[in-house]
């Protein structure tokens, strides 16, 4: 919903499930992390809604933008206990895979699911991602599992953003056009 329609009781709903939450598992978590003294990971889930404007989607996309803001300052404050606190941006994902698990785990898969706030979106979504192609969960899991790592030591308030170039994309341009 949109700013025109949604009511405050919802606003708040989605503003606490996204920061309240990340704020609340963050201050126990860290909490413990510091007990233990080794320091530790947290990474945050955004999503690209929270780096553009998309209509009808108010409240998560700001939510996912604070969050964004949340991540870099908890950063900051936690750094001093060897604790890294980045965030992780996916996008729309490629449903293939998950497909192929359920597949082979005998489960139905419900296939897409397209709603009312989804009128006006590209039918194609890879033809506007530069890479032409979205990314799967296994890409999404290799980026979390690189932030955890000892390779990202020196990482922290840092968003990774596995998108296929969709933020970075010019809105002008079409990847898919011919030059």
Not at 78 to 87: H, K, P, T
Not at 141 to 158: C, N, Q, V, W
Request: hydrophobic fraction near 40%; charge should be neutral.
């Amino acid at each position: 919903k949109g700013v025109l329609n949604m009511p405050l009781a919802e606003w708040r709903s989605q503003l606490d499930v996204s920061l309240s939450g990340a704020f609340l598992f963050t201050k126990y978590v860290s909490h413990l992390m510091i007990e233990q003294g080794r320091g530790g990971n947290i990474i945050n889930i955004i999503s690209t809604a929270g780096h553009q404007g998309e209509p009808g989607n108010v409240g998560y996309g700001t939510a996912k933008g604070g969050l964004l803001n949340f991540t870099r300052s908890v950063a900051m404050e936690l750094a001093e206990f060897g604790i890294r606190v980045n965030s992780l941006t996916p996008t729309a994902t490629d449903p293939s895979e998950g497909a192929e698990r359920a597949e082979k785990w005998g489960v139905q898969w419900p296939g897409p699911r397209l709603g009312e706030r989804r009128r006006g979106m590209l039918p194609n979504s890879d033809a506007g991602l530069p890479m032409q192609h979205r990314p799967s969960p296994r890409h999404y899991g290799k980026a979390a599992a690189f932030l955890a790592s000892d390779d990202a030591e020196m990482i922290t308030g840092f968003d990774l953003r596995v998108d296929a170039g969709a933020i970075a994309r010019y809105w002008l341009w079409d990847p898919g056009a011919a030059e």
